[in-house]
């Protein structure tokens, strides 16, 4: 049953070294505040799960926190590469990074799975790709009832689940607007799920045909954090900090810069920076 509590309380309460660990948000929503307070109380060896990885697991990976990282796509959206990320598959700096990639039809599959407590996921997909060659948690079976050969991947059930909404009343309950993307499915097959939101209110008034609730008994902590998804946006709330975005390419881009820049405003920024970052491109 869901928590309301500060932000640290909750990720020292729910995460461990070594956790496999998935922190969603399709374009909106993507939870960077809870991520530094990750990275700021030092929990190591994480297998990192996410459709889209971004500047989060750059900064994650750069840190030399990760071991592996499942994923369907990565890059700094509308800008590039991933630096930090390339930087350790390329060079293994600061450490190795295993890797295991799908495509988003997969990822979203895998996800739906967990959230149904199958096993598996089956789709048509992956004809004529060559990801299986490399990947061995793509497997083929054949239909029992039309002989189709189809696809075949592990369901995603993260050791916890982290993700931004925009706002939860009193008793625990979660209201997603927007894009959606696979937030409802991580929480749900997670054995652990934090949630940050925008506001914390008596009752969510009108609610828009999209809207997903979820309910207080499928969370374990709700933390208040207001600009959590910066520089991602927060629909209702705040628009996407698209100056940011390029700045990271700079920023990333050099080993000694990126880790001066992260200690000076992640690692000893202390739990109320609440995602914004200092210098160019913060609001």
């Known amino acids: 049953m869901a928590q309301i509590m500060e932000l640290k309380e909750a990720i020292a309460e729910n995460v461990h070294d070594g956790d496999f660990m998935a922190l969603e948000g399709f374009t909106h929503l993507i939870p960077h505040a809870a991520a530094h307070e990750v990275l700021r109380q030092g929990y190591k060896d994480l297998t990192l799960c996410r459709m889209t990885p971004d500047m989060i697991y750059d900064q994650f990976i750069g840190m030399g926190r990760v071991k592996k990282l499942v994923f369907s796509y990565a890059g700094n959206p509308g800008v590039g590469l991933l630096l930090r990320f390339r930087d350790a598959v390329e060079n293994a700096w600061p450490q190795a990074l295993e890797i295991e990639e799908h495509s988003h039809a997969a990822m979203a599959n895998a996800y739906e799975a967990g959230a149904a407590g199958l096993p598996c996921a089956i789709f048509r997909g992956y004809r004529g790709a060559e990801l299986a060659e490399v990947n061995p948690n793509i497997k083929s079976i054949l239909c029992p009832f039309t002989g189709e050969k189809l696809a075949a991947v592990p369901a995603i059930n993260a050791d916890v689940a982290i993700i931004h909404a925009q706002r939860a009343n009193r ?86 810069t990126f880790l001066q820049w992260m200690e000076e405003h992640v690692i000893n920024a202390g739990p109320d920076a609440f995602g914004r970052y200092a210098g160019k491109g913060s609001r």
């Not at 008596?202 to 374990?220: C, H, K, M, Y």
């Not at 208040?224 to 996407?240: M, N, Q």
């Open 171 to 256: 008793a625990g309950d979660v209201m997603i607007e927007g894009i959606i993307g696979v937030q409802k499915e991580v929480v749900l097959g997670a054995k652990r799920a934090i949630v940050t939101v925008e506001e914390i209110v008596d009752d969510f008034g009108d609610v828009s045909p999209n809207a997903v609730i979820l309910p207080g008994w499928t969370i374990d902590a709700v933390v208040r954090v207001p600009g959590g998804a910066h520089p991602s946006y927060a629909h209702g709330y705040y628009a996407r900090d698209n100056a940011f975005y390029k700045d990271w390419d700079r920023i990333a881009r050099d080993r000694d």
